[in-house]
């Protein structure tokens, strides 16, 4: 999974990016790894691996991971070239997801490129920029596409929905909320382009620390932001990137003794990849044995052939069936021999639709 974060200037989102990565390569003792100065791969934590790993005498742990790109240089203009300009929009247009660090606190040590603090306002700014750069992507697939058109039945009716969706962008409004005709050719061609507001948003409201103990309730600017999202069926969550950077020094245990002094029960980190998986729909199933135990992300609804074509496409194309458990089933028992004298172990074939938590070795013949 890949989230892209991006912000104004002086929001907050940079003191995010870096703390995130940093505590959520030392949290699952991962190696942070950097691929370029914007982009850092953090391991997602999980309690339920390191159990097995331990159950297991496994060699190896491995976590699912997420790739965290920092987009800078997003400005008002950076469409037309502000800032970075059009840079940060290669990066973006990669994601699966969008993370918007708004900044919700008041500090006049911290400057505001609009002077104020006002999420609705610098949300709409984003946006905006992010609606420029799609029409401009749509513009240049319908030149392409009208001198053909004439001649050609599939490509007028590509033309009817290309401009359809630019006149939904040029009144303001996102591709998200843009409805695609129910026909094959026009769900596959609005997926081809793209598009940067088709996205999912996952909005991070940057509070100052008294404001997280009670999630953002009291702060009417955490509520703007609350009340832009249920519009366009984002994820919220509350963050002070400001602690994340503390939290982001300490190991395990003192990180558990800090949240608990500031009465949380989870990390900004931990809060981002509940919302990230929420949004897009992912869950994640587990292998174990002595030489690895790991995490595999997978959409929801997914069936076991294609789980496990996750690891190797070897495995979904000879697949014979899949030996399924719980994974606190298979904690509870011991081992596995111990579940599946107690019949808790499933034989399940190529219907079996996967479950967040379940523990399975596949069966397979090429």
């Known amino acids: 999974m890949k989230l892209g974060i991006v912000g104004l200037p002086n929001v907050g989102k940079s003191t995010l990016f870096n703390s995130l990565t940093k505590a959520g390569a030392e949290s699952a003792n991962y190696p942070f790894c950097t691929i370029d100065p914007n982009v850092g791969i953090v391991a997602v934590p999980d309690e339920r691996l390191k159990q097995l790993g331990d159950m297991y005498h496994s060699k190896k742990v491995t976590p699912a991971v997420i790739e965290f790109v920092d987009i800078a240089g997003l400005v008002k203009g950076a469409s037309k070239g502000e800032g970075l300009g059009n840079q940060f929009l290669a990066n973006i247009r990669e994601v699966d997801a969008i993370v918007h660090v708004v900044r919700c606190f008041e500090d006049t040590n911290v400057v505001h490129v609009d002077g104020s603090v006002d999420p609705a306002r610098d949300i709409e700014t984003i946006n905006l920029e992010l609606i420029f750069s799609d029409v401009e992507i749509l513009e240049r697939r319908i030149a392409k596409v009208a001198k053909q058109a004439r001649m050609d039945k599939t490509l007028a009716k590509e033309l009817e929905l290309l401009e359809a969706v630019k006149a939904h962008l040029e009144n303001g409004n996102l591709a998200k909320t843009f409805e695609v005709p129910e026909d094959e050719d026009a769900e596959e061609w609005f997926k081809s382009y793209n598009l940067l507001t088709a996205k999912p948003v996952i909005y991070a409201a940057n509070v100052a620390e008294e404001d997280l103990a009670d999630d953002g309730a009291n702060n009417a600017h955490v509520a703007a932001v609350r009340e832009r999202a249920k519009e366009e069926n984002s994820e919220v969550f509350v963050i002070c990137a400001q602690i994340e950077q503390e939290i982001a020094e300490l190991d395990d245990d003192e990180k558990a003794m800090f949240l608990e002094d500031l009465g949380l029960k989870e990390s900004g980190l931990e809060k981002l990849i509940k919302a990230s998986y929420s949004l897009l729909g992912l869950i994640s199933y587990l292998t174990a044995g002595e030489d690895e135990t790991r995490a595999w992300t997978i ?18 194309r000879g697949f014979i069936r899949a030996e399924v458990v719980n ?21 399940e074939g190529k219907e079996y639709v996967v479950k967040d938590g379940d523990v399975i070795l596949f069966r397979f013949n090429v």
């Open 299 to 316: 959409k929801k609804g997914t069936k076991a052939p294609q789980a496990a074509g996750k690891i190797h496409s070897d495995f979904e």
């Open 327 to 347: 994974y606190q089933d298979l904690l509870d028992c011991g081992s596995l021999s111990a579940a599946k004298e107690k019949g808790i172990v499933g034989l």
